[in-house]
């Protein structure tokens, strides 16, 4: 990486969190790692900023690195629709304290993407108005993505069928648990 | 239309009899009640299509023009359970999505006949993983399998066909007969006769 280079957006990240910020890059695309702490500061500079305009957030993920301290990292992808440039930013989490804070004060179509990235890591995000599993079924115990979980499931397909029957019975009950586990009392953001 | 019931239940114990011939308004047919009441029903199994996946699409080709469906009288699809006779599950069922095909088949009338269209409905197909029932069968009780993936419209066809035969083979007198009386309300109806 040369510093002529860089591009203006990376620099300014790297500038705006002095110490804090590392940037890297992969066939001349950027990613800025940042603490979660600074993660929000650093998407409303990306977005709010008139030379850098990085209006659309393209998704939220994780991913998973078992081996590593800490475990998951949040990656948010952003582009600028008038300038046709990219970049992502990243965060880590360890696996005792999965939380990272919510892009949706920032961007409304964060909701769904967190709640995927919830679903399928179990990573939690401050200040998401509605943190529930989309895509497996509420009362799902694990969180399927993550390297430990075996490809082929841990329930078997009777113990899914006693499962499914007894749902279609009651459907009243089969929407599971409204919401995730209530954040503890300072992890809410503001 | 004159001589219109002749022919039915080509398979079935008592095959119907034409006795006397059809007039304007009168005439009659001698046949079983087993026989007209296959008869009607394997000529016009409505199917609900739990189009899950690419297998729709070919359950599309089965109903349009080309293969038509509605040579067999199965062309009307319903999207509710309630007027179907023939769930016809065609793609890839997941967990989730279970419970709400095992609520449609709780709630479609009987007589009531189950197709898993391709590899997926039939057996998980290739997907051996976390969210996918390997087989609806562990829910619903299948009577027709179509392998393929997808299968083609002419094998969707052939179940259809074997479908009725199997429909002509049934005993409905005999079922209603068996059935249990339905129970009486309590307090409803009490001391009536």
């Known amino acids: 990486m040369t510093e002529t280079t860089t591009p203006v957006a990376v620099r300014r990240l790297l500038d705006a969190f002095p110490g804090e910020g590392k940037a890297a890059e992969f066939r001349g695309q950027w990613r800025v790692d940042l603490p979660r ?135 009243e009950e089969a929407a599971g648990p409204a919401s995730a586990p209530a954040p503890a009392p300072g992890e809410r953001a503001p | 239309m004159a001589g219109g019931i002749a022919g039915g239940g080509t398979g079935s114990r008592i095959t119907p009899v034409h006795v006397g011939e059809f007039q304007e308004e009168g005439g009659f047919v001698l046949t079983s009640v087993d026989s007209i009441i296959n008869w009607a029903r394997k000529n016009s199994i409505w199917p609900l299509p739990l189009g899950l996946s690419c297998c729709a699409i070919e359950f599309m080709a089965t109903a349009a023009s080309r293969f038509d469906m509605a040579r067999f009288g199965a062309e009307v699809a319903r999207f509710s359970p309630r007027q179907a006779d023939l769930m016809l599950v065609a793609g890839t069922l997941t967990y989730k999505m279970g419970e709400a095909c095992r609520r449609l088949y709780d709630q479609m009338a009987e007589p009531r006949w189950v197709i898993a269209m391709g590899a997926c409905a039939a057996s998980g197909g290739m997907f051996r993983s976390y969210p996918v029932m390997q087989g609806i069968d562990h829910i619903v009780p299948v009577d027709f399998y179509i392998p393929g993936c997808p299968p083609r419209p002419e094998m969707v066809i052939n179940a259809l066909i074997q479908l009725q035969g199997k429909i002509e083979k049934e005993s409905p007198v005999r079922q209603i007969l068996r059935r249990p009386a339905p129970v009486a309300a309590a307090g409803a109806g009490a001391g009536a006769e």
Do not use: Q
């Not at chain 1, 500061?41 to 993920?61: G, H, Q, S």
């Open chain 1, 37 to 171: 702490e600074r993660v929000l500061d650093a998407l409303r500079l990306l977005r709010d900023d008139p030379d850098l305009a990085f209006d659309f957030l393209n998704d939220v993920t994780c991913t998973d690195h078992p081996d590593e301290e800490p475990r998951f990292r949040v990656v948010w992808t952003l582009t600028s629709l008038s300038r046709g440039d990219r970049i992502r930013l990243a965060a880590r989490c360890p696996e005792e304290d999965p939380v990272v804070p919510s892009a949706v004060p920032l961007w409304a179509g964060a909701n769904w993407l967190e709640r995927e990235a919830y679903d399928m890591f179990g990573v939690r995000f401050a200040g998401h108005p509605d943190l529930r599993r989309i895509l497996m079924p509420g009362d799902f115990p694990s969180f399927p993505l993550r390297k430990e979980f075996p490809m082929e499931g841990e329930r078997s397909d009777r113990e899914w069928a006693r499962w499914v029957i007894e749902r279609a019975r009651r459907p």
